[in-house]
């Protein structure tokens, strides 16, 4: 079984920044893919930021140039570092991991953790 566990979340104007973290516990398993989607109101969940093992990343094209996401193998850790934040930003932010385990994949998310962005 694998946890994620987010941190970071919070309230900031528009223009500022704020860093999300993730790191996943458990055993037995080769994280893939690490990343985040974000879920605001009324609204689907969607792809905020991924990255591989091999440090490819993918952006969603609303937050390319102001969103960067980062991971630490060794801590089994993601981050989301968000500058520019806009009051569109605001939803829950929820950690993604892709493991492989037992031969096969296995997705996890965490908890979810709110970021506002006031106007």
């Known amino acids: 079984q694998v946890q994620p566990v987010e941190s970071g979340g919070g309230l900031v104007q528009a223009g500022g920044s704020l860093r999300l973290s993730c790191a996943a516990s458990?055993?037995?398993?080769?994280?893939?893919?690490m990343g985040w989607y974000r879920q605001a109101p009324g609204k689907q969940r969607e792809l905020v930021a991924t990255?591989?093992?091999?440090?490819?990343?993918n952006y969603a094209d609303s937050v390319k140039g102001r969103f960067t996401v980062s991971r630490d193998n060794a801590k089994n850790s993601v981050y989301l570092q968000m500058n520019s934040l806009k009051p569109e930003d605001t939803a829950v932010y929820y950690c993604?991991?892709?493991?492989?385990?037992?031969?096969?994949?296995?997705?996890?998310w965490g908890q979810g953790t709110q970021v506002t962005v006031s106007s």
């Open positions: 990255i591989t093992t091999g440090d490819t990343t």
């Open positions: 993604y991991i892709r493991v492989t385990s037992i031969g096969a994949l296995w997705d996890y």
């Open positions: 458990g055993s037995s398993f080769v994280i893939n893919v």
